[in-house]
């Protein structure tokens, strides 16, 4: 257990489906983050969310949607997906952005589109 | 653009030394850091450099040269756990963290 944590685990939705991924930290981090990580590729950055406040946002398509209630808590809103987009989402936390204590990362969702 | 080179896989003998390489050229620098992800987990941290220099944490060490836009992370005394992803990664001069597409390490007995 890192400190952050992601929920579910494991996704498979259709394209037509609606979900949500949800993050949680308590470590008092004011900065988080969504990443996507797939295959033998770098992480990419999709959000940034830094003292509540959406600073980033890495030309994600509007089928991802990112929701920040309060400094413990990210969402990840997902309609419509393609299969292009199944990999592992990944969240993060840092003290602020661009910290270099560095990142908190969750254990990921592995999400399917089918 | 922006861009971190790291070799794809590395295969070491446990109980051997094994480095690996990163070579990054980014908009400015402040700071590279080195991540352990084991399959199916979180990244995890494991050293930040931001001067020239080598940093020693147990086993574990990390090397840092501005002037060549160079690092690697040296491991001894290999363990079968050793067996991971290593990610690069550099803060640029808008703080944002630039990724390498990782290290996939195998450890052999």
């Known amino acids: 257990e890192t400190g952050v944590t992601q929920t579910p685990r494991h996704l498979v939705m259709g394209m037509t489906n609606k979900k949500s991924l949800k993050c949680e930290q308590h470590?008092?981090?004011?900065?988080m983050y969504w990443y996507k990580q797939s295959a033998k590729k770098p992480l990419e950055l999709m959000f940034v969310?830094?003292?509540?406040?959406?600073?980033e946002n890495n030309s994600v398509p509007s089928r991802f949607s990112p929701e920040c209630p309060n400094s413990s808590h990210l969402f990840l809103h997902l309609h419509t997906l393609q299969p292009e987009d199944s990999a592992l989402y990944l969240c993060?936390?840092?003290?602020?952005?661009?910290?270099?204590?560095?990142?908190?990362f969750g254990s990921g969702t592995r999400l399917t589109v089918v | 653009g922006q861009n971190i080179d790291q070799p794809t896989e590395m295969t070491a003998t446990e109980g051997a030394i094994v480095q690996i390489n990163c070579t990054y050229q980014?908009?400015?620098?402040?700071?590279l850091f080195w991540y352990q992800q084991h399959a199916g987990e979180a990244p995890t941290f494991l050293s930040y450099?931001?001067l020239d220099g080598l940093e020693e944490k147990g086993r574990f060490s990390s090397f840092l040269s501005r002037s060549k836009g160079y690092s690697y992370l040296l491991l001894k005394e290999l363990q079968m756990k050793d067996s991971a992803s290593y990610l690069c990664?550099?803060?640029?001069?808008?703080?944002?963290?630039?990724w390498g597409a990782g290290t996939k390490l195998i450890i052999k007995p």
């Open positions: 450099n931001v």
């Open positions: 470590l008092g981090h004011n900065a």
């Open positions: 990664a550099v803060l640029d001069s808008n703080y944002q963290l630039i």
């Open positions: 993060a936390s840092s003290h602020e952005q661009g910290s270099p204590s560095g990142y908190t």
């Open positions: 980014t908009s400015g620098f402040n700071g």
């Open positions: 969310y830094n003292f509540k406040e959406q600073t």
